[in-house]
């Protein structure tokens, strides 16, 4: 009998009705499954629904249509099934400031019902995971942004949960935490964990991600791989041209093509183009001017695409 889905969802809908207002579709008609063991990237602008849809999946809020299901517990009829097999990461931090990062760790264990013991061996697993032992005696308060929300994630995986929310884990990260925190969550799937993450860092989620779901006003865009989204109809290359200095002739040749975006970084402009040939053709014009050394295509990024399907879709074909 093949294994139930992580997750289903199945024509999710959540309005919100407001007073002398019309109401709010913030989740519409959204259906995806997440497997057991992989990571699964929620993204979308602000005011997307992802996380209405995160607060839906762990029982903090009740759909208005649709089904939800965590290991085939369904998050109204059986919250507490649900509950069971999760942990959660909000954005706001959930930190004992007047407590030190140690005992951050012992609270938290024993809310969650493990021995001093348990706790212990645990605390320097995910510690060391998460290289936060050095800031153990730290209080809370005396910590940075980047390492309170760290210590968050950190403690999240001190519960052995089988699915794990991660809802714009690595805010206010710089960029040592973030790598840290990537690190360990990587490290953390490779036992079999379930991790969904919404984030707004998209090269986040092209690292991360086994699988994403793009959301738009509270549809769902496109599902699948990175690579089968970056696909998705658009097939968008990154030309990136290096000069000697910048020039109003050849950037003028250059948006006589069309791009999709234009972006100038010193010696560097970076081109997006929609068509191959097309990004050829624009090439070939470039390679005219004196001030043109050389060039690289690549596929074009994650966010790059993101950013166009979001302007181009509000809904899938």
């Known amino acids: 009998m093949q294994p139930v889905p992580a997750i289903e969802v199945n024509n999710l809908v959540k309005i919100y009705h407001r007073k002398h207002q ?22 979308g602008p602000n005011g997307a629904g992802k996380t209405t849809t995160i607060k839906i999946l762990t029982t903090l809020l009740a759909p208005t249509e649709g089904t939800a299901r965590v290991f085939g517990h369904d998050v109204v009829h059986d919250p507490l099934d649900v509950r069971r097999q999760i942990c959660v990461v909000v954005q706001e931090n959930a930190l004992e400031l007047h407590l030190s990062v ?6 938290f264990g024993r809310f969650h019902g493990l021995t001093a013991k348990e706790t212990q061996i645990r605390m320097e ?4 995971l998460f290289s936060l032992t050095e800031y153990l005696n730290a209080r809370g308060m005396d910590l940075s942004g980047g390492l309170k929300r760290r210590v968050q994630v950190a403690k999240t995986f001190l519960i052995d949960k089988p699915v794990v929310f991660l809802d714009e884990a690595t805010t206010g990260m710089d960029s040592l935490n973030k790598r840290a925190t990537i690190q360990a969550i990587k490290e953390e799937t490779r036992k079999g964990r379930t991790i969904v993450l919404t984030t707004h860092i998209l090269d986040e989620a092209e690292v991360l991600c086994d699988r ?95 950013l166009q399907l979001v302007d181009h879709k509000t809904g899938p074909k």
Request: overall charge neutral.
């Open 22 to 43: 019309p109401p709010v579709r913030a989740v519409d008609g959204l259906s995806f499954n997440v497997e057991r063991g992989e990571i699964f990237g929620l993204l």
């Open 102 to 107: 140690r005992n951050n760790f012992r609270v």
């Open 125 to 128: 697993r995910v510690c060391e």
């Open 212 to 306: 994403v779901a793009i959301l738009n006003h509270g549809k769902l865009i496109t599902l699948g791989s990175v690579l089968e989204v970056k696909g998705a109809g658009l097939r968008l290359l990154s030309l990136t041209l290096t000069v000697r200095e910048s020039s109003s002739t050849l950037l003028e040749t250059i948006r006589s093509f069309k791009p999709v975006s234009v972006e100038l970084r010193n010696s560097t402009i970076e081109v997006i183009m929609r068509d191959e040939e097309e990004a050829l053709r624009l090439l070939a014009a470039a390679r005219k001017h004196e001030v043109f050394l050389h060039f690289e295509i690549t596929s074009a990024s994650l966010e790059d695409v993101f």
